[in-house]
Structure formats: structure tokens, C-alpha cells
């Protein structure tokens, strides 16, 4: 992180708690676990908890890692490691740290049997109705269930599934998917049962059940195909701003930048930008891109550098110094990504370290 470079990426606390408050309005009866892995998606884990530890009822994250430093940072909220590698160590600091780990793996099971009968530990089970991923299977439900019945230090069991094309409303995966989970958590008594991410909150808030997890869409970014963060009503919570370091006139035919992919087609300024892939700008994003440079967007040219990107200002009112937003406000973090060829998730994760995070 340094001070020094004019990169920064600004998080607004304001955003997220509107963000919080619409995923409430999404599914009012339901509980919501905000999910800040991956260090809040790129925002700040601690930050981003900060922000909306009185909105929200409990945290998600991956790893007893990121536990122990939101324990330490003094969040008291009910926590879940959505994916981890149990042993007997870590598996007696989950009760310690009132976190509860999620079973998705028949192999867990043999662990599980070892714990002591007072352990007291609460677990979500993970069922995987279609995605492919993690889970145990339908078939495997019964015995699973029967197995983890005769443990005594298991004190509550959830359940959960993850919907594999909830960014797609219309796909008849997504209803099948609710009708096999359903059918599953009849058969027995879970404490909670959780399906929805923010994709599934949007399209199928009638299955919330007890509790949601809501990741993306509290970033301010829409989680559905065809949906803007606007029209679902999100405000963007990360800006990613830069400032111009110089400003040049090149004549029609002047190549820009390496291997001279972009060439004017005409006389005109160009503007160079301090941030490039070694801040986390996407390499891939060709030129075309979109750039926020007094309120007006204005086009990548050439190839993106490892500290600067060009820009062709055209005759706009710019001069040094003046500063650039490569997404966020004013410049939506789901086009760069469409530009770049990736989703909104992967921009905002890969933030790189020595840019500053101002929380706002
Ligand atoms: C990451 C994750 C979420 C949140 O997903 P979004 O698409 O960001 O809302 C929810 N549930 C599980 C199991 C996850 O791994």
C-alpha cells in the first residue's frame, strides 16, 4: 500500500448499508448472513463488517483465518466457514469461536464421530442439489443423516444448497434445484435452511427460508444477467480512481502503447492514467474500455501497462492531475467487466495490495 501513487479505491460505508438494507427488503422475514470472503470481496473484511454489523444477522466467510481476525477485531455475530478443511484442532475452535463449519464431504464424517460428547458444535450441512461442487448427494442423504444423528456433541445441524444458475432467473435449473432441497429438508429437523445467494435473493425470494447469503449485491452490483445494479436499486460501494500524469497531442497514424495494437485515426490528446495491471486493472481489457474523466467517458486505447493505461481524450476539458475513475461511481464495475471479458466478482477481488483502500 502506498500513499504516494494516486491510485486509491474508495469504499463508501453509506453504500453498503443501502446495499444491506435492500437484500432486507428483498426478503423481509428471512435472516441474512453477508457473506465478506475474500476480504469482503476485495472492500475489506473488517471495513465492510463495520459497515453493516447492525444490518445484518451473521457473517460468512472461508477460512477459521478469517475467524480469528474478525473475532479480534471484536465482532460478536454468529459465524459460518462456508468451505474449510477440518481437523480435530480446528474443528474444537469452531465452538470456541461460536463459528459454525460446513459438513459437505461424506469423508468429513469420520471426524465429526471423534468429537467429544459435550463439544456442543453447530454445523450446516451442504447438500448439492446441481451445482457440481461442494456438497453430499441426495443419495447419500439418509446415511449422512443417520450418522450425524447418533453425535452427541452436534447440537444443531442446517441446511444449505447453492443454486448454480440463479444469475439466469429463467433457468428451469433453478426451480429444480429449490424443489429436490425442499424435498430433502422435510425429511428431517434442521435448525435453519439457507438457499439464496444475492442472484437467487433477486429472482427467487419466495425460497429464502430462515436465511439468505447475500454476497455481491452488497458491493452495489448486480448479481442477475440483464439487471443493472440501478435498477435493482444497489449503489456501488467501491470507486477505483487514478489521476491523469500526462496529456499528450499525437498526429493521425501514431501507434499507442506496447506492441502498437491502437492507431489514431486521427489527431488527438492522449491521456495517460496512473494504474494498470499491477494495481488490479484488468489486463485483458481492450480498447474501448470505458474511463470516467470529468464526468464523461472516454475510451481506453492500447494496450493496458503494468502502471498506466492510455486514454483518447479527444478535445475534452482535461488537464494533470485531474482524476479518473476506472470503475464505480459513474462508471459501472459490470461493463469494464464485460469489456474485459470477466464478471464484476474477479475486478473486485483483484484489487492488488499496494493500492490504498479509503473508507469513505
Ligand atoms: C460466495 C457464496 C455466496 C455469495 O454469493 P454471491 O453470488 O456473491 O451472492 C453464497 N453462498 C455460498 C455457499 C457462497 O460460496
Known amino acids: 500500500m502506498s ?3 494516486p491510485v486509491k479505491v474508495h469504499i463508501s460505508t453509506s453504500a453498503l448499508q443501502h446495499n444491506s438494507k435492500r437484500a432486507r427488503d428483498m426478503a423481509p422475514d428471512s435472516h441474512i448472513m453477508a457473506v465478506i470472503k475474500a476480504d469482503g470481496y476485495g472492500h475489506g473484511m473488517e471495513a465492510v463488517a463495520e459497515a453493516i454489523d447492525g444490518l445484518v444477522d451473521e457473517f460468512a466467510v472461508n477460512s477459521l483465518d478469517d475467524v480469528l481476525r474478525l473475532r479480534d477485531a471484536g465482532f460478536k455475530k454468529p459465524l459460518t466457514v462456508l468451505s474449510a478443511n477440518l481437523d480435530k484442532a480446528s474443528l474444537s475452535k ?4 461460536e463459528t459454525r463449519a460446513t459438513i459437505y464431504d461424506i469423508s468429513q464424517l469420520a471426524l465429526l464421530e471423534q468429537i467429544a460428547d459435550d463439544q456442543d458444535l453447530s454445523i450446516w450441512l451442504k447438500v448439492d442439489t446441481g451445482m457440481g461442487r461442494l456438497g453430499i448427494l441426495p443419495d447419500e442423504f439418509d446415511v449422512v443423516l443417520q450418522r450425524l444423528s447418533q453425535i452427541n456433541g452436534l447440537s444443531e445441524i442446517s441446511l444449505m444448497t447453492h443454486l448454480a444458475n440463479a444469475d439466469q432467473a429463467d433457468n428451469p435449473e433453478n426451480l429444480n434445484q429449490i424443489e429436490l432441497f425442499e424435498k430433502l429438508a422435510a425429511k428431517y429437523s434442521f435448525k435453519q435452511l439457507s438457499i439464496l445467494n444475492s442472484a437467487g435473493l433477486v429472482a427467487y425470494s419466495q425460497s429464502a427460508k430462515d436465511i439468505t447469503r447475500p454476497g455481491i ?5 448486480s448479481p442477475s ?4 445494479a440501478e435498477q435493482l436499486d444497489l449503489k456501488p460501494v467501491m470507486t477505483f480512481k487514478s489521476e491523469l500524469i500526462s496529456i499528450k497531442r499525437l ?3 501514431s501507434a499507442i502503447g506496447y506492441g502498437g495494437t491502437y492507431v489514431l485515426d486521427q489527431d488527438s490528446r492522449i491521456g495517460i492514467i496512473a494504474c494498470g495491471y499491477g494495481d488490479g486493472y484488468p489486463r485483458h481489457a481492450p480498447s474501448g474500455t470505458p474511463v470516467l474523466v470529468n464526468d464523461i467517458l472516454v475510451p481506453l486505447v492500447g494496450r493496458v501497462s503494468m502502471d498506466m493505461i492510455c486514454v483518447d481524450l ?3 476539458s482535461a488537464k494533470v492531475g485531474d482524476s479518473v475513475t476506472l470503475w464505480g461511481e459513474g462508471n459501472p464495475i459490470e461493463v469494464i467487466a464485460e469489456y474485459a471479458q470477466t464478471i464484476s466478482y474477479e475486478l473486485c477481488c483483484g484489487i492488488l495490495p499496494r493500492v490504498e483502500r479509503i473508507v469513505e
Open 3 to 5: 500513499n504516494y501513487r
Open 94 to 97: 469452531f465452538t470456541e469461536l
Open 217 to 221: 449485491l452488497l458491493y452495489g452490483i
Open 225 to 228: 444477467i440483464g439487471k443493472s
Open 251 to 253: 498526429a493521425a497514424g
Open 314 to 316: 479527444g478535445e475534452i
